[in-house]
Nanobody
Framework: QVQLVESGGGLVQAGGSLRLSCAAS????????MGWFRQAPGKEREFVAA????????YYAGSVKGRFTISRDNAKNTMNLQMNSLKPEDTAVYYC???????????????????WGQGTQVTVSS
């Protein structure tokens, strides 16, 4: 059983930056692929970014590509999301999620992820 805790959310002006972190415990972190998802008010949860177990492969939603960078540190059991050039439409609750690396084939699909954090709020003001 993997427990995930997000941190780093907050209020930022448009054009600013935030760095989200996800701390994992209770499992072998390097055996999991990891992802970030977000849910804005009144909208479905959507994929943001994902990283393979080794960190060697990364995936991004088109809306964040070139602005967000996902990374992980298997020695520290953490994953990060560096968010630059933030826009008001990035406002959402951001969730980290873990998927068994074996068989992980669709990084953007929620059903791939068995474990979820509680989320952290990101608000971008215009």
């Amino acid at each position: 059983q993997v427990q995930l805790v997000e941190s780093g959310g907050g209020l930022v002006q448009a054009g600013g930056s935030l760095r989200l972190s996800c701390a994992a415990s209770g499992g072998t972190f390097s055996s999991y692929a990891m992802g970030w998802f977000r849910q804005a008010p009144g909208k479905e949860r959507e994929f943001v970014a994902a990283v393979s177990w080794s960190g060697g492969s990364t995936y991004y939603a088109g809306s964040v590509k070139g602005r967000f960078t996902i990374s992980r540190d298997n020695a520290k059991n953490t994953m990060n999301l560096q968010m630059n050039s933030l826009k008001p439409e990035d406002t959402a609750v951001y969730y980290c999620a873990a998927a068994k690396a074996t068989g992980w084939s669709t990084p953007g699909a929620e059903y791939e992820y068995a474990y979820w954090g509680q989320g952290t709020q990101v608000t971008v003001s215009s």
